[in-house]
Nanobody, 119 residues
Framework: QVQLVESGGGLVQAGGSLRLSCAAS????????MAWYRQAPGRQREFVAI???????NYADSVKGRFTISRDNTKNTLYLQMNTLKPEDTAVYYC?????????????WGQGAQVTISS
């Protein structure tokens, strides 16, 4: 099993920056991809960004050029650097991990971190 704990959320003004962190513990050697999702009030959870074990990344069009996903395997931590924040970025942000083939667990989610952008 893998456990994920997010941190770094908060309230910032539009145009500002925040960095989210997601600390992984447990069977970290079996983690394949890691990703960030977000869920705004009254809306479905949506994909934000993903990074593979080899470092390849992909982003939702809505955040491309403003957000950067990265992972520090020495610290077992995933990051999301968010710049030029907009009010529509307000949401609870969730960290997700997916296992390598043959692992005994089927995916993990963190508890979520609230990000609020004021206009």
């Amino acid at each position: 099993q893998v456990q994920l704990v997010e941190s770094g959320g908060g309230l910032v003004q539009a145009g500002g920056s925040l960095r989210l962190s997601c600390a992984a513990s447990g069977s970290i050697f079996s983690i394949n991809t890691m990703a960030w999702y977000r869920q705004a009030p009254g809306r479905q959870r949506e994909f934000v960004a993903i990074i593979t074990s080899s470092g390849s990344t992909n982003y939702a069009d809505s955040v491309k050029g403003r957000f950067t996903i990265s992972r520090d395997n020495t610290k077992n931590t995933l990051y999301l650097q968010m710049n030029t924040l907009k009010p529509e970025d307000t949401a609870v942000y969730y960290c997700n991990a997916q296992p390598k083939y043959g692992s005994t667990w089927s995916g993990a989610w963190g508890q979520g971190a609230q990000v609020t952008i004021s206009s």
